[in-house]
């Protein structure tokens, strides 16, 4: 076993696979062939692509800069580890059942291109629906990175996306291009170059030449600023939108499962929060009860409290606590209990002086 930590913390893949083998033989020597089994099913799945990602070694770079434009990820990401709409989430599976049965699609002549397009506000789970997709297809994830990309010198951008689609072409793998509007603009903006208007061209010209073994995924929080001729390059199409109340539960679940606290066994507390995040994006949510948990850990409280969750959701949304009084509203206005108000440094004399006007919700 510790001979298979070295090797992951140095990135040695021969390490990691021999001496898991090693350990597979020993448990089922030792009486224990249930867990060997599972070990040598794991070995057996990764290998392939630990074997793959030899391919990548070679990155493509800016010619002026020298900056590598891609990153090689290899995600893992489980379904249990993911909120979404329900029928988003089928229209995912759809996008990987095709690509898993392609060659029947191939037989029956239909088209095999793998593209998908997404699309919404920020921290809606864009860039985690791609990191899914390639976890479940067991596939690297190839992520352009704007700042090799996108070049100074007139002329460079259009080739640097040619080699990218060109490193990704001859591989099994997804090639992701998040903030995607800053190279598939409209091209009769009238604010941009020539120059620029042909870097559309050229990324069109290259996801219509994309091989079948490739899928593309691109994202942007910007769909407005595309070309319309780039809409049609893609087979799907999905709007992540922000959470319903339903979705914000299960997150919320999600992410107290383990930890001490006064809400999950609470219905009401646990729907009066999630209305408190109505309108909150997943990665926002997230956000704001990551950092309750941050500070029920550094401050040794033990368990995170329902007011304190109100407390950092009214921060998030005005930075600061600026005003009792409108603080006091808003902790009312989601029935906040008078112990949980007073232990956030609200007086007890003030909140029973409130006035009942203020009190919204009730």
């Not at 867990?35 to 057996?44: D, E, M, V």
């Not at 997404?118 to 596939?139: E, F, N, Q, R």
């Not at 199409?237 to 930890?259: A, H």
């Not at 409108?326 to 003030?350: D, M, V, W």
Request: proline share 3%; net charge neutral.
């Amino acid at each position: 076993m510790v001979k298979i930590i070295e090797g992951g913390l140095r990135g040695d893949k021969d390490k990691i696979l021999n001496y898991a083998t090693v350990l597979a033989n020993n448990l089922e020597q030792q009486g224990n062939p249930a867990l060997s089994k599972k070990i040598r099913n794991i070995l057996s799945e990764r290998k392939g692509q630990l074997t793959a990602l030899d391919e990548f070694t070679s990155k493509p770079v800016d010619t002026e800069s020298r900056l590598e434009m891609v990153e090689i990820i290899n995600p893992s990401i489980m379904a249990e580890e993911i909120v979404l709409n329900k029928h988003i989430a089928a229209e995912i599976q759809t996008f990987i059942d095709y690509y898993t049965k392609r060659d029947q699609l191939i037989r029956a002549g239909i088209d095999t291109s793998f593209s998908i397009l997404l699309y919404g506000p920020p921290g809606c789970g864009k860039t985690t629906v791609a990191h899914y997709i390639a976890s479940v297809m067991g596939l690297p994830l190839v992520c352009a990175r704007l700042d090799g990309l996108v070049s100074s010198l007139l002329g460079s951008t259009a080739k640097n996306i040619r080699k990218i689609f060109d490193f990704v072409a001859a591989r099994d793998c997804i090639l992701f291009l998040d903030e995607f509007d800053v190279i598939a603009k409209l091209r009769d903006d009238k604010n941009e170059l020539g120059e620029l208007k042909r870097v559309v061209n050229s990324l069109i010209q290259n996801i219509d030449n994309l091989g079948g073994n490739t899928i593309f995924i691109a994202a942007t929080n910007h769909q407005k600023l595309l070309d319309p001729a780039i809409w049609r390059r893609f087979s799907k199409v999905l709007l992540l939108e922000k959470p319903n109340i339903d979705e914000i539960t299960t997150l919320i679940k999600m992410l107290l499962y383990n930890t001490q606290n006064n809400i999950l066994d609470n219905p009401k507390k646990l729907r009066q929060l999630s209305v408190a995040f109505d309108g909150f994006s997943y990665s926002s949510i997230k956000t704001v009860i990551t950092n309750v948990i941050k500070n029920m850990i550094v401050h040794e409280v033990g368990f995170v409290n329902y007011g304190e969750i109100l407390k950092e959701i009214y921060i998030y949304i005005h930075h600061t606590i600026d005003d009792d009084e409108t603080f006091l509203s808003f902790l009312l206005q989601y029935k906040a209990t008078q112990k949980e108000i007073n232990n956030l440094g609200i007086p007890l004399r003030k909140i029973y002086d409130f006035p009942k006007e203020g009190k919204k919700g009730e």
